[in-house]
């Protein structure tokens, strides 16, 4: 089992950057795919970013492509979600979420392991 806690989230401008993190509890982070997801009020979850376990397969929604970057590092047991050249329409509750499928999924329904969440505003 794994426990996830979000930070990084806040209040930024319409075209300025926030880098979230997910930390992981325990010693085996390393072997969870690791997912961002997102949700909007009024609005239902949506895939933002996912990583393989060694960090080398990342995987994008079409609205985040080119802007957000996702990345991790095992030996510090946390992910990464770098956002830049934010837009009002990205915001949402961003969550970070652990899968112990063989390859990346990116419905929500395929993550084993969930974070609370943290606030993302973007301000036009």
């Known amino acids: 089992q794994v426990q996830l806690e979000e930070s990084g989230g806040g209040l930024v401008q319409a075209g300025g950057s926030l880098r979230l993190s997910c930390a992981a509890s325990?010693?085996?982070?390393?072997?969870?795919?690791m997912g961002w997801f997102r949700q909007a009020p009024g609005k239902e979850r949506e895939f933002v970013a996912a990583?393989?376990?060694?960090?080398?397969?990342?995987y994008y929604a079409d609205s985040v492509k080119g802007r957000f970057t996702i990345s991790r590092d095992n030996a510090k047991n946390t992910a990464y979600l770098q956002m830049d050249n934010l837009k009002p329409e990205d915001t949402a509750v961003y969550s970070c979420?652990?899968?112990?499928?063989?390859?990346?999924?990116?419905?929500?329904?395929?993550?084993?392991?969930w974070g609370q969440g943290t606030q993302v505003t973007v301000s036009s």
């Open positions: 979420a652990a899968s112990r499928r063989s390859s990346i999924p990116i419905v929500s329904r395929d993550y084993d392991y």
């Open positions: 325990g010693r085996t982070f390393n072997s969870y795919l």
């Open positions: 990583i393989s376990r060694s960090a080398g397969t990342t």
